[in-house]
């Protein structure tokens, strides 16, 4: 059994939103795979819980008349992966989810609680941080937009407020479109375990495939949140993939812009390896999937 002072299923975000604001003692419950284990485990015993599990409005992937990405807060992991919108524009998003946990995780785990809940190993995470997501959440005040760059604010802390609902997430047209993506999950096991490092690389060519246009870098448990490396980006602007320092350049770069911890997952110094493996090995297979091959 757990331990929870009660079980409300909203039947719409405002719904969800009154529930919220009236008890102050209320949390939002989608797949539960994170909020049960934190009752169960006695951090969030005695909470009451308000579901947003079966809210249509927040489900499913749509092209927005914009062209860009609308994924549903309440979309599960395995939704995400199969969605002929995720394979076509975001594989790279599709594939990091589905290294989440198990099938059974998988099928009622969501993108919202994989965010929303603040680990820096999250394996959405890193590969939201290199899409420039935006965040929609709903709350007492109305909408509001935040950028996944101004999300985290610590390990396990976000700028969602308790009564706010995260309805869904924001890719836009130019944050997809001719660019390809590799996600790599380090972890002791191949499945059903939490990411030692997580590193998710983006790239686009030029017309010739022979020189990197743009790049973008991003890690999980590289930090206290997940990061960016805009320095080891820039590194990459207008280089040429014959550049014999083009994969030393970035992964060193992106040694300067982390701070992993030791934990007892990994040691610090681990991790730093990682950190430099991993951007390269990410960058070259992201170059592949582009159609270009590095010769440095």
Not at 20 to 31: P, T
Not at 90 to 114: F, H, K, S
């Amino acid at each position: 059994m757990f331990d929870i002072a009660g079980f409300y299923e909203a039947r719409s975000v405002d719904d969800a939103v009154r529930a919220l604001s009236e008890d102050e003692n209320a949390e939002l419950i989608n797949g539960g795979t994170d909020v049960l284990i934190r009752v169960r485990a006695g951090k969030d015993a005695g909470r009451a819980l308000v579901s947003v599990k079966n809210i249509p409005e927040i489900k499913g992937v749509k092209l927005l008349p914009d062209e860009s990405i609308w994924i549903g807060a309440g979309t599960s992991f395995t939704h995400i992966t199969n969605d002929p919108l995720i394979m076509e524009h975001l594989p790279m998003l599709g594939e990091a989810v589905d290294m989440v946990g198990g099938p059974q995780i998988r099928n009622m785990g969501t993108m919202g609680g994989n965010l929303c809940n603040g680990a820096t190993s999250a394996d959405s995470a890193a590969s939201a941080v290199s899409l420039n997501t935006e965040l929609l959440l709903t709350g007492p005040e109305g909408e509001r937009r935040i950028s996944i760059h101004d999300f985290y604010t610590g390990p396990g802390r976000t700028v969602r407020r308790r009564e706010e609902v995260c309805t869904g997430f924001l890719i836009r047209k130019e944050d997809y479109e001719g660019w390809t993506g590799k996600y790599i999950k380090y972890g002791k096991r191949r499945a059903m375990e939490i990411a030692t490092l997580g590193c998710a690389v983006r790239v686009k060519l030029n017309g010739d495939r022979s020189r990197i246009e743009e790049a973008r870098l991003a890690y999980g448990v590289a930090a206290p949140t997940p990061i960016r490396c805009r320095k080891a980006e820039e590194k990459l602007k207008n280089r040429s993939l014959s550049d014999p320092g083009l994969l030393s350049d970035f992964s060193e770069t992106a040694l300067t812009e982390v701070n992993p911890r030791s934990s007892w997952r990994a040691s610090r110094e681990f991790r730093m390896q990682l950190i430099s493996e991993l951007a390269k090995r990410a960058l070259s297979e992201a170059v592949k999937l582009s159609g270009g091959e590095i010769h440095a």
